[in-house]
C-alpha cells in the first residue's frame, strides 16, 4: 500500500469519526488524527491536510456534493461514503497540491470498496467525475 493511500485512509478514519460524534471541527479531530503521526511518518502531514481542510470547507463541499448528487442527500448517505466523498472533494476542488483527477477518484474508488458496500464504488465514481469539472483549472 502507498503511503500517500494510508494518509488517505487514516483521514478517513478521522473524518469517519467526526462525523460519527458530530464534531466539525478540524481543531476537535485533530487530537486523534495524532493517533495516526507515528504510523505515517512523513505522510502525517498529508493525512492532517485532508481532515483540516474537509472540516474547514465542509459547507462548500457539502454543497458541491449535493449539487451531482442526484436523487440522493448528504445525510441519506451511509457515513462512509459521506466522508469518502468528501475527502475527494476536498482533494479535487480545495487542495492546493492539485493531485492527479484520476489519482482522486482512483484512491476514493479503492477505499469505498474496502471499507463500504459493493455498489459504494460506482456510486463514488459516478459523483466523483461529476465533481470534478469544479475543478479550478
Not at 502507498?2 to 469519526?17: D, K
Not at 458530530?22 to 485533530?30: E, N, P, R
Not at 484512491?107 to 455498489?119: Q, R, V
Request: glycine share 4%; charged share 25%; proline share 4%.
Amino acid at each position: 500500500m502507498s503511503n500517500r493511500r494510508m494518509a488517505r485512509e487514516c483521514a478517513l478514519q478521522c473524518l469517519y469519526y467526526a462525523d460519527s460524534a458530530k464534531i466539525l471541527s478540524g481543531a476537535q479531530v485533530a487530537p486523534y488524527a495524532a493517533d495516526f503521526e507515528r504510523e505515517l511518518g512523513e505522510n502525517f502531514q498529508f493525512c492532517k491536510e485532508l481532515v483540516e481542510g474537509t472540516t474547514q470547507n465542509l459547507p462548500a463541499i457539502d454543497e458541491l456534493v449535493s449539487k451531482y448528487a442526484k436523487n440522493w442527500t448528504i445525510g441519506r448517505m451511509s457515513v462512509v461514503d459521506r466522508s469518502i466523498l468528501r475527502m475527494a472533494a476536498y482533494e479535487l476542488v480545495f487542495h492546493a497540491e492539485k493531485n492527479p483527477i484520476p489519482a482522486i477518484i482512483d484512491e476514493a474508488i479503492e477505499l469505498a470498496k474496502k471499507y463500504s458496500t459493493d455498489n459504494s464504488g460506482k456510486f463514488i465514481n459516478g459523483l466523483l467525475d461529476q465533481l470534478k469539472k469544479e475543478r479550478p483549472q
